[in-house]
């Protein structure tokens, strides 16, 4: 290998390094599971090895190996990405699921190192640029023009209730409904997704749900309705 292709590839890893970085940064200032130094190193490694996918061609291809492919190692990063990406998705109670963004994010790192490998680096950059505006600023203008329907967030709400209690009651009150003595206290657009109830051995029940809100509905807001409501006893929230 020469001198100029030394340096071109050393050119190729540091811009792929440089990409990496965009992603971490993004990731890490929202405390998600892809960091700083993981989309750096899937950025450099992915980089890397289509580099020797590449110059292997160079190096061994020819008249000997017609049917030698230039991107068949770094076609195996695709595939093999997937593996990491699963590790930070986390399944947080019934059909909550958390991650899927950050695991996105891991295979588009790999892709962008391969691109930056291959000599994209203009198509690269433009995805950078993409990935940026369509992880931050797409959800804020979702946020300020989109539909109720659009903005909405997950909250896992368990309840312990007093024996004999109609539980009917308690589901309407959470929701929102209109009942005559809930009229000026009514919060429109919650909606249950999935409840159980369980009967406990002394007699109480147990209401664990999964409630849909709108983002200005805070999971503090809900639980003081809820632990505002007769003959409930314990409450436990989590935001999903």
């Not at 811009?15 to 890490?28: K, N, P, S, W, Y």
């Not at 203009?122 to 950078?128: H, I, N, Q, S, T």
């Not at 009942?179 to 109480?204: C, F, V, Y």
Request: a neutral charge.
């Amino acid at each position: 290998m020469s001198i100029d292709l030394h340096t071109e590839s050393i050119v190729k890893l540091l811009v792929a390094m440089l990409f990496g970085l965009f992603i971490g940064i993004d990731r890490q200032l929202k405390q998600k599971p892809l960091g700083i130094r993981t989309s750096m190193v899937i950025s450099i490694a992915s980089c890397l090895v289509t580099l020797v996918s590449i110059h292997a061609y160079d190096k061994f291809g020819g008249a000997e190996h017609p049917t030698m492919d230039p991107m068949r190692l770094a076609a195996q990063i695709v595939s093999g990405i997937g593996f990491l990406g699963a590790g930070v998705i986390l399944r947080r109670g019934g059909d909550a699921i958390s991650g899927l963004t950050s695991a996105a994010l891991i295979w588009t790192a790999s892709g962008i190192g391969i691109a930056v490998g291959a000599g994209f680096y203009l198509e690269a950059g433009y995805a950078v640029v993409l990935l940026m505006f369509a992880v931050n600023a797409v959800p804020l203008l979702i946020k300020a023009i989109g539909p109720e329907v659009l903005n909405k967030h997950e909250i896992s709400v368990r309840i312990i209730m007093e024996p004999n209690y109609v539980l009917t009651e308690v589901i309407q009150k959470i929701e929102g409904r209109p009942m005559t003595e809930q009229r000026k206290s009514r919060k429109p657009g919650r909606a249950i997704r999935r409840m159980k109830i369980k009967d406990l051995d002394d007699g109480r029940q147990l209401i664990d749900m999964v409630l849909s809100a709108p983002d200005h509905d805070y999971a503090t807001e809900i639980y003081y309705d809820v632990k505002k409501i007769e003959h409930v006893m314990s409450v436990e929230v989590e935001q999903l």
